[in-house]
């Protein structure tokens, strides 16, 4: 797996290419807190080359999530693989935030 992150202006913009899973998820919770810690109110994640998520991944979005909102941070996926559009859809995560197909 591999975690491309950019930051310009408010904006985080986060590329994930690979399988996210829980032998690399720490992968993720640091790139997660780079983001965090910047300040930033949008993170834009694209998925499109994410082949699937396990449940740790997950997780970590979640808290991510959680943390993010409370700062007035907002999430967007701008791209997601079929696998994973209908992953967060069956996880309703679409209810969250916006989940957009490839």
């Known amino acids: 797996m591999n975690i491309d992150l950019s930051i310009t202006g408010n904006i985080a913009s986060m590329k994930i290419d690979g399988i996210l899973n829980s032998e690399n998820a720490h992968l993720l919770q640091e790139k997660l807190s780079e983001v965090l810690a910047s300040k930033c109110t ?5 998925l499109l080359d994410c082949r699937n998520i396990s449940s740790t991944g997950i997780g970590k979005i979640l808290l991510f ?13 701008i791209r997601s693989s079929s696998n994973v559009y209908e992953l967060f859809s069956m996880l309703k ?6 989940v957009n197909l490839g």
């Open 42 to 46: 949008l993170l834009e994640l694209d």
């Open 65 to 77: 999530y959680k943390d993010f909102i409370s700062t007035g941070g907002e999430i967007e996926v």
């Open 93 to 98: 995560l679409n209810q969250l935030f916006t």
